[in-house]
């Protein structure tokens, strides 16, 4: 059944899915992302001391240190920063110009198209529910490790959705046996990628939002998993899960089952 409705990547019908989706982020009013600026401080937390720490180390000299945003949107994470602004040269990338008179105003650099374009690289990426609505999950991971600075690190915030019986959002405007079907076929799928430690990537091929009015990740077409992350990974990069922060320990229990937080590492020169 997946496979009729999932695919990976390379299929030649992700790239029509790409075409259909970029048309939908075209029209700013129909997406809430475009509204006003997001404060996402709560997931960045880690992102700044990790910053901090690459300012500290010894012998870095007066280097910016140098971000890349994927996904920017309205971000706010330049005015989160604080004292530390002044020591980072912060790159904003999104694929469309919805945002770009914000981007313009609060970020060094703004690059508006395909994050595959840039050649440069950088001590610190990240992304802020970004990464469940990319249809190339798998070049884009190959791209960050391949423009990380030694040392640096990649930050992943994002659902998770591959919790035994989780419907993706992206299949909740389907009838309730057709989601009963498709969470015991992913949940099939994820075990036998578990057992050939394989990384799936799936693209969902026609998600809700071709289909219905627009509601939260009705657009999330990346069905995200942890497994895919790490199976992915080559063995000289190191992933962390970290621990949500400003909640109590049920709530980051309960959280850390349907969002995924990630760090990873790139080693040292």
């Known amino acids: 059944m997946l496979s009729r409705i999932t695919s990976p990547e390379h299929d030649p019908r992700v790239a029509e899915l790409r075409a259909r989706l970029d048309a939908f982020y075209a029209k700013p009013d129909t997406y809430e992302s ?58 904003a990338q999104d694929i469309t110009e919805a945002n770009l008179d914000h981007l313009n105003s609060v970020a060094d650099r703004v690059h508006v198209g395909d994050v595959l374009e840039l050649g440069e690289r950088f001590d610190v990426m990240f992304s802020t529910f970004v990464w469940e609505h990319i249809t190339n999950p798998r070049e884009v991971l190959e791209w960050k490790l391949s423009h990380l600075n030694p040392g640096g690190s990649v930050f992943i915030f994002c659902p998770r959705y591959d919790a035994p019986g989780y419907v993706p959002p992206s299949a909740r405007h389907l009838s309730g046996a057709r989601q009963k079907r498709i969470a015991a076929a992913l949940a099939m799928r994820r075990v036998a990628s578990l057992l050939k430690r394989r990384a799936d990537f799936l693209i969902h091929l026609e998600p809700a939002v071709l289909h219905v009015d627009w509601y939260r990740d009705a657009d999330a077409i990346h069905w995200s998993s942890l497994g895919d992350l790490r199976r992915a990974l080559p063995s000289k990069f190191k992933l962390s899960v970290l621990a949500p922060e400003g909640l109590g320990l049920v709530a980051r229990r309960k959280l850390s089952l349907i969002q995924i937080l990630a760090r990873i590492d790139a080693p040292d020169a």
């Open 34 to 91: 475009f509204d006003r600026p997001l404060d996402q401080s709560r997931y960045w937390r880690p992102v700044f001391r990790r910053i901090r720490e690459i300012l500290e180390r010894p012998g870095r000299g007066e280097e910016p240190v140098r971000v890349l945003e994927i996904g920017s949107g309205r971000t706010s994470f330049p005015g989160a920063l604080d004292d530390l602004r002044e020591n980072v040269h912060f790159t």
